[in-house]
């Protein structure tokens, strides 16, 4: 990963201050995470749940699940949503995969319970990824999960009242390559043309087809169920253009005003870096870094790092590399005291499953922030511009939260000057004061001599600005 400067060194060189800083930033940022037409507030207003709610469920789940990662005895390192790709399977045979394709475990209560448990805020499920094969009841293509396969039911419709019922956000993936529809086909050495591929060719004179039809699905995402965000993908391939994505980010928003929708309905993504460049306007309303937490958090640019559990989206049988329970709610914090949303998958079984290891990871995270939620929602970036050598800083307006990795031997966790004081401070898990010192770089907080959580102990500080 590429390390950014810290901002305070770059404004330094450029002779900025913060507040100078972050009216650049807003310029920029509105120049490159909106269209023109909106406005400053609008989107403030738009966005506020999503900066409120911070944690939310990423769930791949497709036809991609039945081979669950295995093709003609095959295995691979390769994510096994791009199993199309990688095994080079020709639509005709992949389409194969619906027959078997029968998810009678499927429980879209427990699901959302699972997400709600683990203190996820909202959930983004794929509609359609990559293969084109769509997982609610559509009437612009029988490629679905209602019409092709023995299940018959909709799942989405299931997910989507369940989550009102649970007071859940419910939101929609949609890839823009599609490696099913005839508009798209593969042209590269040793390749199937109609197998999946990193980069689909546009048959000539057929983009507006195809456009047409992506609209149609689109309208029938947003008027039947009504998703909060529309989380594209697949914008790379050559033949889509940032007019394309600008297009299309209008065209949804006119559908419902009050939509999010990613970076990637067009061309503004810095690779799988994820934020927006900055040299004109690209259409957006935040970020996505892939895989990836950036060095720092950028004031004013909204951003969400989408992360997988173990080393895929889509379910693969074989694949065990779990991250620790710790890494991931280490991880939840680090991305939260940058600034950002925690966007973490699962990748359910072809039955309608959430893997137990996906399940047993939520359980621990949701049992974290049920203690530490306070120091997880609704707040903001850190006001440290050095990394914490013992952990991760979040704050509100009065408050600063301490999220402490690495517990001092000798009890001093040494805080550094953040231009405000620190007037009180306690653990996260008791009432009683702890003492604090001024010292000669900021603030000594003196701490009991064990960790009330070895993953991450909250220090919850009440603070006063600098006049
Ligand atoms: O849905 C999951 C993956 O299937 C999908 N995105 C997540 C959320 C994914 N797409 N691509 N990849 C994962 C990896 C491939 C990246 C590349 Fe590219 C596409 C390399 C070249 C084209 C994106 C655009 C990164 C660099 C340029």
Redesign the pocket.
Known sequence: MKKLLPVSLLLGAIGLSMCELNAAFSTEASAAGQSASTSAADRDTRMAWWRQARFGM?I?WGLYAVPAGEYNGQRSKE?G??IMSWANIPRAQYEQFATPFNPVKFDAASWVRTAKDAGMKYIVI?SK??DGFAMYDGAVSSYDIVDSTPFKKDPMRALADEAKRQGMTFAF?Y?IMDWHHPSQYVDAPEKDPTAGH??TKMREGRKREYVDYMKAQLRELITKYDPAVLWF??E?VNWWTEEDGQALYAYVRSLKPGILINNRVGKG?K??EGLSKTDRTYAGDFG?P?QQIPASGLPGVDWES?MTMNDT??FKSYDDNWKSSQLLIRNLIDIVSKGGNYLL?VGPTAEGEIPAPSVERLAAIGKWLKVNGDAVYGTSASPFTAQLSWGRATRKPGKLYLHVFNWPADGQLEVPSFGGSIVSARLMTGASGLDVKPSASGFMITLPAQAPDPIASVIVADTRDAK
Do not use: V
Request: charged residues 15%; hydrophobic residues 25%.
């Open positions: 990423f791949h994510i949503e791009w794929t990824h990559h993936y890839s990193g980069q993908d697949g790379w993504r690779g799988m996505t892939e989408c989206w889509g998958n």
